[in-house]
């Protein structure tokens, strides 16, 4: 079956610092890539997406790269701000879309001023 | 405004006391799903749901049942429900036939606690 592998955390940065979470995956076929946040308290939302081989999603600062011959979607951000803590989610999508989804563990974002 | 919604947010119950979670999305969404979040496994689907009558299981069905009898809804039902689901639990729902992206959308979670 499909599956997503992503750095667990808590990563921890200060203000204004470089961010990378790493998110590879194994599918078949295709899918399209996302990312979600889930700030405190809240449900998932929507960050960004890609779908298909060398999109940039984009997405409040933060960007990712859908890397076919990798099966990646790194998510960076080159200067993040403590309202970004959250906890970021990556996923793969097929177009078709009815199909069971299977998201990333999870990564804790904390950021200190 | 289009979103989905959860009731209850919260809810304490006691091992074996049959409970509903009931999920509405009022986007004519096709698709609607289930998933529990629990800390160091993630985000994991309970069940999913392609379309009325339509249902199938995700990666941790046990203990649990849904109904799609109705587009708008798709209720989680615990008919005995025991601590290990004591969890936060997210519905989400999506329109494949929409486009590609297939975005889920989530409601704002219920947070369980079986006794």
């Known amino acids: 079956g499909n599956s997503v592998t992503q750095m667990e955390g808590p990563v921890t940065l200060s203000e204004e610092a470089f961010l990378t979470i790493n998110c590879t995956y194994t599918?078949?076929?295709?899918?399209?890539l996302f990312w979600y946040v889930q700030y405190p308290g809240e449900g998932l939302q929507l960050l960004l997406k890609?779908?298909?081989?060398?999109d940039k999603g984009s997405n409040k600062g933060f960007e990712a790269t859908y890397r076919k011959e990798t099966t990646s979607f790194h998510l960076e951000k080159g200067s993040v701000q403590v309202s970004d803590s959250a906890v970021y989610f990556c996923?793969?999508?097929?177009?078709?879309?009815?199909?069971?989804?299977?998201f990333g563990i999870g990564t804790k974002l904390q950021v200190i001023p | 405004e289009a979103q989905v919604t959860q009731n209850p947010r919260y809810l304490i119950t006691v091992t074996g006391k049959k409970l509903t979670v009931t999920c509405s999305q009022n986007?004519?969404?096709?698709?609607m799903s289930w998933y529990r979040q629990d800390p160091g496994l993630g985000l994991r689907q309970i069940y999913y749901?392609?379309?009325?009558?339509?249902?199938d299981k995700g990666d941790v069905p046990e203990g649990y049942k849904v109904s799609r009898k109705e587009k708008r809804n798709f209720p989680l039902i615990l008919e005995s429900p025991s601590p290990n689901q004591t969890s936060l639990y997210f519905c989400?729902?999506?329109?494949?036939?929409?486009?590609?992206?297939?975005?889920?959308?989530f409601g704002p979670g219920t947070r369980l606690t079986v006794l």
């Open positions: 890609a779908t298909k081989a060398d």
């Open positions: 599918a078949t076929g295709y899918p399209s």
């Open positions: 749901s392609m379309n009325v009558e339509v249902t």
């Open positions: 986007m004519n969404h096709e698709y």
């Open positions: 989400a729902s999506s329109s494949p036939l929409a486009g590609v992206y297939n975005e889920q959308f």
């Open positions: 996923a793969p999508i097929y177009s078709g879309g009815y199909q069971k989804v299977t």
